[in-house]
């Protein structure tokens, strides 16, 4: 059985650590990100490895970078669409249109066009299919204060597994997303020097190791194609979400 995954936003945190969990597994990786001294420098001794500096906003980037990884490997089984990010937290009134339109670009419009390419060469391999993994987020149930752009575009994620997971039934193409809460990871140091930033005496979110979260998207892409993790939630055990509190 091949094993040969691309991780979207590689180069840190949840991605990053994903990819050395997989390649630890003896999968084969593609890894995208903007940054992509990074990524060779994190990466490039691994032949198993394969940076691609990537948009994933960026369509012929997007299509680019695939193309690459399966004219050097083969195929595709597996997708993990990560790649994200948080702009300055506001309440509606105050979001401006460009942070707005970023957060869709690279949150919504990234996961689209990334699943979009990997679908198309999983439908058409032989033997056909694979699995899409979105990273959606506590975020895709439940918001943070001040979050309306990343909370509405991961809520719309959710939208984008289930439409994935009915569509690809007939090519063996299961669709399925991780909901993270708090992996310790840059984006959540920021979001808590934000949170004690506004508030001084605020307690800090609990936070989990990162490494929990990737072993998770290990244990839903090794799954047969007739098996499928819709939905998975993990999450810091003690950290507001549940509830009213
Ligand atoms: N940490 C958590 O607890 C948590 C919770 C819920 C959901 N998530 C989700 O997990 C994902 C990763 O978050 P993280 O915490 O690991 O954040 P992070 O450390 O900031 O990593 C974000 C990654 O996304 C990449 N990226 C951003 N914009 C990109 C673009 N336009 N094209 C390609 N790559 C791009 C970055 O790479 P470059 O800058 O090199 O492009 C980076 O590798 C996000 O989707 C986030 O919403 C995280």
New binding site residues.
Partial sequence: MSKNIII?????????ATADCFLAAGWTVGL????SA??SQVFGDNPAAMPLE????DEGAVAAAFDAFVAKFGRLDVLFN?????TPAASIDEVTLKNWKTSV???LT?SFLCARKAFGLMRAQDPQGGRIIN?????AHTPRPGSVA?TAT?HAITGLTKSIALDGRPYRINGGQI??????????TELNARKLAADPNATPDP?MD?NH?ARAVLQMAELPLDTNILFMTIMASEMAFVGRG
């Avoid at 990560?82 to 948080?86: H, P």
């Avoid at 909901?179 to 959540?188: F, K, Q, R, S, Y």
Wanted: net charge neutral; charged share 15%.
């Fill in positions: 979207t936003g590689a180069s840190s945190g949840i991605g990053r995208i990100a903007r940054r990074v990524l990537c948009d994933v906003s990560n790649a994200g990010l948080f670009d690279v949150n990234g990273n959606g987020s506590i975020s990343y991961k909901d993270i809460g708090n992996a310790g990871t840059e984006m959540v936070v990162v979260s």
